[in-house]
């Protein structure tokens, strides 16, 4: 409702502009209502303009919950004094004390200081000048480019070493950190995006080409990888949730420890030494193949085991797996002869 195009914005900009201060609580619920005293009523539709003009007067300024119309203006707020409040000028201790104490956004503007704070529960957010978030939104996307490049680079050489049955600990573990770190990149800026709002449309399009992909195929790492006892499909899935939010949960450090990102799929204790062979279990590959459920694969995967033996079946023993007849069976074996055959060749060229 703050971003840069909304009305609001337009609005506290104006009192900026004009080196006035103002308090605005966007709701005008009867709890809101309760705490108010003094001032007039106006229910008159909210305009820009008319919310810099009410901001002349020293008390605050209540808006619909939609920001649609002004209800009230010039009114004293009255929270209670025993609500906890870490600021110091009247106006700031009054804006979080309201915000602590009744679930609305309040906003206060500054005129000394210059700048625009939101209030709401125990939060506050200060707004950040256009140029500022531009500069920081294009500054993240420039390191976004590059560690994409990074995940691609280990995705693709991944692809290589599982044809291969030649991968690593550490070649699983790396894929998981460049793609988590893109992600977690991906989602600093989309928090530049909201401030930005109408103004963020290109940023919005560079970073969904950027970060197309990376999520699912992170899901995919550790469904292949995950060491899960259990044969129950339900069972599995949510294992790998829970890894992906541990590793979500995994502070820099600890990301960029490859030991910690290995215990997430709890491998055993003898293969922790980065240099271990592990197998993948085929998902990512056979997700790769047009035309394929996830019950066939899930299937495929459960009779197989692994994607070296699903590589060496043959087709009769394809055609056995529920769901698989002769035009799947052939499907999954000149896929993924295909598959490997692009990837060697990706490597080697």
Same mark, same amino acid.
Request: include cysteine; glycine fraction near 6%.
């Given at each position: ?13 104006? +009192? ?17 209502? !309760? ?19 009410? %901001? ?42 309201? %915000? ?15 700048? +625009? ?12 000048? &256009? ?8 500054? %993240? ?17 991944? !692809? ?25 990149? %991906? ?88 240099? !271990? ?15 394929? !459920? ?5 299937? &495929? ?49």
């Amino acid at each position: 409702m703050v971003a840069p195009g909304r009305p609001l914005r337009e609005g506290l900009d104006r +009192i900026l502009q004009a080196k006035r201060g103002g308090l605005v609580v966007v709701g005008d619920q009867p709890e809101v209502l !309760s705490i108010c005293t003094g001032g007039f009523l106006l229910d008159a539709e909210f305009s820009p303009q008319r919310l810099s003009e009410l %901001a002349k007067m020293d008390g605050a300024i209540i808006l619909a919950g939609d920001a649609s119309r002004i209800a009230r203006a010039n009114v004293q707020l009255m929270p209670k004094s025993s609500v906890a409040t870490t600021e110091t000028g009247t106006r700031h201790r009054t804006a979080e004390r309201v %915000a602590r104490s009744i679930n609305v956004p309040v906003v206060s503007v500054s005129s000394a200081m210059s700048l +625009i704070a939101i209030y709401r529960h125990d939060q506050k957010h200060t707004l950040q000048p &256009i140029s500022w978030l531009r500069d920081r939104a294009d500054q %993240a996307l420039t390191t976004l480019q590059r560690f994409r490049s990074r995940y691609d680079v280990a995705l693709s050489g991944l !692809s290589t070493l599982e044809v291969e049955d030649t991968v690593s600990v550490g070649d699983v573990t790396g894929v998981l950190q460049s793609a988590e770190t893109v992600v977690r990149i %991906a989602r600093e800026v989309t928090g530049y995006l909201v401030e930005l709002g109408d103004d963020g449309r290109l940023v919005r399009l560079q970073l969904a080409e950027l970060v197309d992909g990376v999520e699912p195929s992170l899901r995919l790492v550790v469904r292949d990888y995950l060491r899960h006892p259990s044969s129950d499909p339900r069972d599995r899935e949510a294992a790998v949730e829970r890894a992906v939010a541990r590793l979500a949960n995994l502070t820099s450090d600890e990301l960029r420890n490859v030991h910690k990102v290995a215990d997430l799929l709890f491998l055993p204790a003898a293969l922790t030494d980065t240099h !271990s062979g592990v197998e993948p279990r085929g998902y990512r590959l056979l997700y790769r193949l047009p035309r394929f !459920s996830d019950v066939i694969i899930e299937r &495929i995967v459960d009779r197989f085991v692994n994607l070296q033996q699903i590589m060496g079946a043959s087709l009769p023993e394809l055609e056995k797996v529920e769901g698989v007849g002769i035009a799947k069976a052939r499907s999954v074996k000149d896929g993924l002869t295909r598959l490997a055959e692009t990837s060697i060749f990706e490597r080697y060229q």
